[in-house]
């Protein structure tokens, strides 16, 4: 039997149908909606068995049933690190030089197939889906939804903070609004241009050692690659990032991890944050 949610109608859908209950109060996707038509019991109303189009009154107690989920990841036992977990949302720490989901050259390397075989350990099938992007040798927090209530849920709230290592001395913060675009005849590396699609960064310098800055960063905008290119934009590449002109004399990979992401749980409404911590060898560029 899927996953039950429960919900309490309020004054404010008193007299109003299930449908616009679930679909606004609630924020049950449409796509959501009509799946639970198709569940035994999908949507109830105190216990008995309700359409969509039926009326609810305040004080009602509409509980919905999820689809059962499926997995079409391969399942592989490689080693995560869990921050946090419960039955609707799952937190990764994610290692660097892992991608996210399998693409082409990494079909049974990722963390997708990592976590199909945790879940698989214990009991449980769930789909795999990740509500924050890393590339593959970023480092750090990764949200990932249980069902597609949550998923659908999570993206509304999430706040992330990245830190990075920069080459030279970054001497005060400040904020980079430059249009990111495809570098001309490249299909991956980007560059800052005319043309681009706009690209927001806060950025704050917190400490400084050996040539180099370690910076914190919050985005307005999630463009492909955007510290990195905004950072290179700046004469302050990301150390390790040879793509946009940092070294690789002290790291092999972007010095980039996603230190902290704080979201609204999708079901209690707390607002949860859940921190990594610096990895050492970011430390030591800084003391090297």
């Not at 109060?25 to 039926?54: F, P, Y």
């Not at 979201?263 to 990594?276: A, D, K, N, Q, Y």
Request: charged fraction near 25%; glycine fraction near 8%.
């Amino acid at each position: 039997m899927g996953i039950k949610i429960k919900f309490t109608v309020d004054r404010d859908y008193d007299g109003k149908q299930v449908k616009e209950f679930l679909r606004r109060k609630c924020r049950v996707s449409a796509t959501l909606l009509t799946q639970l038509k198709l569940v035994e019991n999908g949507i109830t109303n105190n216990g008995s068995h309700t359409r969509s189009v039926d009326f609810v009154k305040e004080g009602d107690e509409v509980v919905i049933t999820l689809p059962d989920d499926r997995n079409e990841i391969i399942p592989v036992n490689l080693p995560i690190e869990i921050l946090y977990e419960d039955e609707h949302v799952i937190v990764f720490n994610k290692a660097p030089f892992m991608a996210v989901h399998p693409v082409h050259g990494h079909i049974d390397d990722t963390l997708a197939n990592a976590v199909a075989y945790y879940a698989q350990t214990k009991g449980e099938v769930w789909t795999f889906r990740a509500i924050n992007r890393l590339d593959r040798d970023t480092s750090g927090v990764l949200l990932s939804a249980k069902n597609a209530y949550s998923a659908a849920m999570l993206p509304k709230s999430v706040k992330k903070k990245y830190i990075a290592v920069c080459e030279g001395n970054v001497e005060k913060g400040g904020t980079v609004d430059a249009p990111i675009r495809f570098k001309e005849g490249h299909t991956i590396q980007r560059e800052v241009g005319e043309g681009g699609v706009r690209a927001v960064t806060h950025f704050k310098p917190i400490k400084w050692g050996n040539g180099h800055t370690l910076v914190e960063f919050e985005l307005e905008t999630g463009r492909t690659h955007q510290i990195r290119v905004h950072m290179s934009h700046l004469g302050h590449p990301l150390a390790g990032d040879d793509m946009y002109g940092g070294s690789l004399e002290f790291i092999e990979r972007q010095a980039l991890h996603c230190g902290e992401i704080s979201f609204l749980h999708p079901i209690t409404g707390e607002r949860m944050r859940i921190v990594s911590p610096l990895p050492k060898e970011f430390e030591g560029i800084l003391c090297d």
